[in-house]
């Protein structure tokens, strides 16, 4: 038995056999590594120092390899060794890669941590004038601010994904549609402008790419607008289609926080990150740098134990579920 799609959407649903309905229990020796590309698929992995926030991880295995470095130095010092600096920038970046491995980081990390020694000692070599540091870390603040307190970086849609985006929503009937972190605006503004729409929200924290987006919509003729305001504290009950990019951290949370609030019917859809536990309707490749997928979540109720997704899903050539 399928239900009605959500009042508005006009979208022929089908069933599909099998799809789960409520978010299934992950193990808890199961995370989500980084593929090729940096992430996206599941992995088996031991526990390591994952349980931290991504920057106060990394904190700790930069401190414990320069502490465990020093102490090499003093040692060579006991022994009359002279030894290049050369040489303790790739001990220190040795140490932090084998740390950071072994606590379970993702690759990303790692080949930061391989490469935070020796461009610090590069850097020296030039003496940047002090601000140059303090401009760095304001910008990384303002741009990525909700990496340490959600764990969730800024990422950004590419045109070829917004392009697929579009051609999700059903053709010519207006819908309400949220950007549960809409970075610097792109999806918003292409959505505002390409797609009839009674409401098309995006909702950011991060003050730059707030203001950003906030300009983007303002200067350019679409019907966006964006809200600096956080997406757990944002009701999505009136929502039809919710699209996020975030991390694989928040995605067992928001996929709870969707399917509380949103009507039978309407759509969820994930860049890159699939909800852990839950089959997506559909998952569409994309031709970008990143070899993005879009995953593709019907909204179910308590009459059906699952639904499919919408036809012009199903009709297209590079559906796969």
Known sequence: ???????????DLAPVAGAPAE?????????????????????MRVRGIDWLPPALAALLVQVVASAVTLALYCLAGIAALEVP????????????????TAGGQPQWWVLMHSLFAPAALLLDQFSPPPWIYLGCAALLAATNGNALRERVPLFLSSRAARERLLQLLPAGQPVRFVDV?????????????EHPTRECLGLETAWLPYLVSRLRCALSPNQATVARRDLWQHDLAEADVVYAYLSPVPMARLWRKVVAEMRPGALFISNSFAVPGVEPAASLEVEDATRSVLYVYRLPDAAAAADGVAEPIASSSEARS
């Open 1 to 11: 038995m399928s239900t009605p799609p959500s009042p508005g959407l006009g979208i």
């Open 23 to 43: 978010l299934a229990p992950v193990p808890c020796h199961e995370t989500r590594a980084p593929d090729a590309a940096g992430f996206g698929r599941p992995s």
């Open 85 to 100: 600096w050369t040489f303790w920038a790739l001990v220190q970046a040795a140490l932090a890669v084998l740390l950071a």
């Open 181 to 193: 972190g809409c970075g610097f605006g792109g999806v918003v503004a292409t959505v505002g402008r």
